[in-house]
């Protein structure tokens, strides 16, 4: 399994590069957007990678990201949507776009992409609504294992990553906002307010939208749930 390449850029072409690795030419297949975004020739360029081997294929897809492979990985696991089809959607809605879209139900916002119809889109949209909280949060690197399941190494580096959120927060002039209301953790509407913030959303907004959640919804369980009862409370709107 080949996990990362990292090279010259040797050759660029519609919808896949060559990278040369110590005279090894890698041939990797790209999103639209991925490959807009990549140096100039003969430049150094490092992908991470996913390969797709099929009977009558075998091919290197490629990302800039981790957190776009991960949407790669969750879009090839809804029935009907293969390689190809999923690296044309990253390239035309991008993973901001998407990942409203899927908690919004805007089907709309995703038949955008060429090729992808009403009925690859509402199942995208039905099959991924409970995964991409998860994802989002993966991506920001917030999230780990329950606390009854980690480590005491693993339980003091959460405890470590969630005060630095809230220290992070209070240079926004916004933490006071979350810390009014206790019954939900001040750590877990810190994680929410960086995934919201991640997606475009200013820290004022965010946290408004948090608040208006956490004041009038009992029993808020997880990230997944507050992040995404905030994204109904804000309008749809675009990501590049």
Do not use: C
Request: aromatic share 4%; charged share 20%; hydrophobic share 45%.
């Amino acid at each position: 399994m080949i996990g990362k390449i990292t090279g010259l850029l040797e050759y660029l072409g519609s919808d896949h590069v060559v990278i040369d690795v110590n005279g090894v030419g890698y041939e990797v297949f790209l999103s639209d957007r991925a490959i807009s975004s990549l140096p100039a020739l003969g430049e150094r360029v490092s992908v991470f990678t996913e390969m797709v081997v099929r009977e009558d294929l075998l091919q290197i897809v490629g990302f800039l990201a981790r957190s776009e492979r991960s949407w790669y990985r969750l879009l090839i696991s809804v029935q009907g949507v293969g390689s190809k089809a999923a690296l044309k959607i990253l390239g035309t809605v991008g993973v901001n776009i998407l990942f409203n879209a899927i908690l919004s139900d805007d089907v709309t916002a995703i038949k955008a992409t060429p090729g992808v119809g009403t009925k690859i889109a509402q199942r995208i949209v039905s099959e991924l609504k409970d995964k991409a909280p998860e994802t989002i949060s993966e991506s920001l690197g917030t999230r780990k294992k329950p606390l009854a399941e980690d480590s005491s190494e693993m339980q003091m580096e959460r405890v470590v990553s969630n005060v630095a959120a809230v220290e992070n927060h209070k240079n926004d002039g916004i933490v006071d906002q979350l810390l009014e209301n206790s019954s939900v953790g001040i750590e877990l509407q810190a994680e929410a307010l960086s995934a919201l913030k991640h997606l475009g959303y200013s820290a004022t907004e965010s946290a408004q939208a948090i608040a208006k959640v956490i004041t009038s919804v009992e029993n808020i369980e997880n990230f997944s749930q507050l992040v995404k009862l905030a994204l109904h409370q804000l309008a749809p709107r675009d990501f590049s």
